[in-house]
């Protein structure tokens, strides 16, 4: 049996994601007993200088600069994927198959093909007690799976509405450079795919249920942007035309995305991604409300859930600000003292909790690939549906 | 000239709306200065002995249940509508015909075609200095207003996007009668034509901008209700078919209406009308997106308005709450010393100083009847794109 | 009986206070069904001119100039105070013993001496059916009542705490004139007087308890500002020493105030009042912590009510923002429907109303001037606390 | 020279505090270049079963019970010092005389005299670059570092008033075990020493300011509770008599602290302390009111700080609500992108980075022995003021 022996991560990537992602290595056995302990071993990077400087800075015992030799080393566990979302499809299933656990980031994959392959794999996978899980992360603020409990332990009745929406505002300067996340061929999508993924996930989520059907509409408000002076590294990012030049480039991915779904019980629901919304520094939101009550929560606010009660005495009704910092809440327990706020980071911690916790138990981790594919199935109905004039539009 | 003669009301109908335009009348000239002063001289209304009542309760000297004589009455210069919105066209065309001044509630008709000939009467009544005016109120509180006025001073610089929405939570209970709101004979929409109309009138006033094209779906969440006990009285509602049995109706109009909507210079803005979102009570929000920042505006709330200066010091931004209740304000000056709230009904007197200011000053009110129908236009087009599948429907 | 008959009403004053009492009277009976309809009948100013023009706008019958005469007037029943603090004593002890019934305004005089004489002449009058309140309108704004009514029900469970404030910040500017609110022979008190008065009666409505010891500090941050140019006629403020000089003069008052005070049944309190709380437009805040519960209330936010539950479901507990605008709420069934926000004056619409209520029942209305001469008496405690390094001093 | 190698970091103590500090010690370094890398050596406990399962569980090396010991072997430089106030003294002067740099959980000590003993020794140490501070980790927040930084950089003028507040509410349940933090003889003092030093501390720091006066009134709500089932074992608590009976004991310390202070440039502040405050998680309140301007901050929304621009366009004063999390603010940039939410525990790594870069710049870290000494003779004199009937008293 595996259990009490240590649990080998390979991570693969450094970027911002790989700094929460390390951080919950190294934190998730601290505060809660895990049966088995993550071990940080490998760091894997493309410039093996800036690869050893974030394993320095991070922890990490060993670094490389090969994926494809480390997802296949015998002392790896996991392969903990943090890189663009154009390279997972390849890096997941290969570590998938050489037998290592996987836990990939959202989107789990650029185009829905890639996220099928990725799902067909993690079942096969599966099936050799091999674990895959897609890192939408917020779900497990506790808040959010506040939010969820109280939804599943009915508590808001049926559903009858959801709106959702995700906004921040770090395009509305229209000089602001032209990232890679601007770009379509590195990318994959833009706020649709980076933000209105997490809103899809978190709704559903919430709910239980799945979108089948989405009519949609996607919008680029600012049109070119200016070249980032990094572009002048030909080669560097695929933009580099213009490089050098101080001149704009296209911006070739959406910036506002607005968009309707069905759910599978047939409640409609409003969804907005935008990077646009001057003044939303994080605000993913989700609002439910059913035939006995209401939950909503604000990213930016993570530590509180508004909770309506639609069966209290009608005098004293209104929407109760729970701050979800208390011990009988998920997760807090292990953590601070009541009324003791947790961050951003927190949801990275209890994600690699639960997944080790999922190993270990040889249950399936969730979101799996398969709830990732769907998410990527989901985005590609709302594009094709801003396509077709914003026609319903079946997910699949 | 009529300046300094009073101004001689008639008002038709006297349900909630009566209620509030009789408050404003009462009120509006013990706080504002006006050219002339109003005079509750007349209430209309079908039955004898609860018109008397009204009147003695609000005030007006006289009553009349026959408003085609009310409104060529020598002695009356205004007529003021609050009928349902079926009788609205019949009752303004003839008062403008008459030469009577016309404010009429919203929704401006049940049908575009009946706005349509309403607007063309006022239309024509204005060549003799005969004004008309529809009553979407919400543009008056001054925190609405302040709003229009900062994004008119550019203080949120090129707007980018718009997200408005209208939440109440009326209907959450399956088992609330089926009031004549809920029957399309008599309604002519459900939440779209009521709450939907205020949020796109305030969208289009606070932007200056019109809506041109939609993409919309309506819902009926709850399909049949019980049939209220008044409707044992034959012919009273319509709905006569089960009265008596204890029985349920079907209700024919939406109770959720979302939609997204292109304005004249291209922005695409979303929106939502609920009278199921539980919890909300009267949620007209709007939000404006801008390049140099953003306005925020809850009717909840009607005293504040958010407001969000991206160019101030970055470390300094942040959503500024401005009580709108200082002297520098719109129409605060009027009441009472700065800090000291403002409530619903206060719209409705600014409306009727507004309207007598037009009146005596010979200009257009606003918002006029072309507006109301431009209003009318845009609701019709949401309801023909939902009947196709939301495709992208030009208004008109 | 006087029943049916109207109730003939005389307002002595008509500044801020005149408008506020004027506006009440006009309404009250447009929306309560009250036992007797108030008629504006008289306004008794200072000043013959001025007087008239009030008169005029809001629609008094006559005017007059001699209070001594008014109310003596046959035809006058209620004799309503709105003049400065030092002349109330005197006028409404005349009203009384001339049979008038008697609503004046806060605070109830500028001295213990005053007040008590005045509670000593309503104990008199009320032997013989007349009756006299003193307008601490705030208890009266729905929110308040309900926090009164929660606290009443059990909700909170035994009170602990109780902390109140009433924070303006109108003096900020140190450059703000020297008005005659900050002239101690006119004012009588500073900030104390004038907002903690508000303070004291609503911690001693909402909790049901007296305040019966104190220890406090008053502090007058700026001591000196210009004296207005209104100082320039002589004798008109008082101030007149420095008139015309552009010179400055003594601020004589307090601006600020803090103290604790004990109430009947042992618990404790925190309280401040201030002028210079920047930013604080109308806070007048009350939080009562119980042993089963807490109520918050605000004045900026005046229809909303936070209410805690902590006999709710752990998991569930929070503070729930209760919009109190829904017909089961204190006063709100004859306004709007659920959702649609009262203002300020409402309390004054809801004190007239509850005034001619108590007349037309033969009952004693609340708060009485025994209630506002203990209310002067805890801040006379206050103040003489404050002069002996605040040692605890009993009221009385 | 010390620089580059290891900080070896002796904690004594282990309970929620223990906790706190060992992630901030194994955190601090991987988001910040620290000048020296803390190494968390030594881990000390009086029990030793208990503290190799803390040791194992957070991460330190080694275990001892010995603290005499420890603080003088070769192998340490840092002493961390969690125990009960009871022991801050002698183990930190003693590990000061051993040339160690201290960090001293707050309060310093739990009376005067060890604090001022403590402040002494330090003074002496400091002589030999040996550094002690202790821990207010509050101001660390980055919201409560803004709001310094602001009023020092003149963005609220000139200091008028100061309001604080440090909230609780898990006394409420009268029932809630009688446990060693409401026995003086072990937690020295109560709610004032507890939270009320916080506050002290955070207006201290923010103003610039120091209390030089008080008045103030101590109270116990509650007065006995049930002796805690662990109790039962002997001497564990001191609360032994009543021990296995299921008896109650008294509580012997203040559950709630109101109290008014004279800062050194003659401002006067309100603060009030208390664990009975129903719904009131975490709330340590602070705000300053200026002659510019003002701040408000509130534990509960760590995140965020209230700023007031009272220079600001009169139309667009309000309080603006600065999301604290943007690379621009205190300690923000080593974290996450802009927008993503800090928790209570980065308080704490911030302590520890800013700790580590005192010693090794050979500077004095703040808030020094002296400055926890200041607010312990700030507690000292509302205790003393609270028994002399809440008379003003100086501080020392």
């Known amino acids: 049996m595996d259990v009490d022996k240590p649990l080998r991560v390979a991570l693969i990537g450094h970027g911002f994601m790989g700094a929460a992602h390390s951080q919950a290595w190294r934190v998730a056995g601290r505060f809660f007993d895990l049966p088995r302990q993550p071990r940080m071993t490998l760091l894997v990077g493309r410039d093996a200088r800036r690869t050893e400087a974030a394993a320095r800075k991070w922890g990490w015992e060993e670094t490389s600069t090969d994926w494809e030799e480390a997802v296949q080393r015998e002392d790896i566990d996991v392969v903990d994927i943090v890189t663009p979302g154009a390279s997972h499809a390849q890096i997941a299933i290969a570590a998938l198959q050489a037998g290592k656990h996987v836990l990939c980031e959202k989107p789990l994959a650029n185009t829905v093909q890639e996220a099928q392959a990725m799902a067909d794999a993690a079942a096969r996978a599966a099936d050799h007690g091999t674990r895959a899980m897609v890192g939408f992360t917020y779900r497990r603020l506790p808040a959010a799976t ?71 509409t996607l919008e680029t408000l600012v049109a070119t942007r200016p070249l980032p002076a990094a572009a002048a590294a030909p080669g560097s990012t695929g933009l580099g035309a213009a490089a050098g030049t101080g001149g704009r480039g296209p911006v070739t991915v959406d910036d506002a995305a607005y968009f309707s779904g069905r759910f599978s019980d047939g409640v409609l629901g ?85 997944f080790v916790e999922a190993i270990a138990a040889g249950t399936q981790p969730m979101p799996s690939f398969a709830d990732g594919f769907q998410v990527q199935q989901v985005l590609d109905a709302v594009s094709r549906s801003s396509g077709k004039s914003s026609v319903w539009t079946p997910v699949q």
């Open 146 to 216: 506040h939010a969820r409990d109280l939804v599943a332990a009915g508590a808001v009745g049926t559903v009858r509405q959801v709106r959702a929406a995700y906004l921040q505002d770090w395009l509305v300067d229209a000089e602001a450079p032209l990232t890679w996340r601007l770009d379509r061929d590195q990318a994959g999508s833009g706020v649709l795919g980076d933000l209105g993924a997490h809103a899809v996930d978190l709704a559903q989520y919430v709910t239980g249920q799945q979108l089948t059907e989405v009519s949609g």
């Open 270 to 354: 409003s969804f907005e991604a935008s990077r646009m919304a001057t003044g939303r520094k994080n605000a993913l939101r989700l609002e439910v409300s059913g035939s006995l009550g209401a939950v909503h929560f604000d990213l930016e606010d993570l530590n509180f859930l508004d909770y309506y009660d639609y069966t209290a005495p009608p005098a004293r009704q209104g929407f109760t600000r729970i701050m979800v910092t208390e011990p009988v809440h998920p997760y807090v327990s292990a953590w601070w003292p009541a009324g003791h706020s947790l961050g951003y980071e927190h949801g990275f911690v209890h994600q690699a909790k639960d």
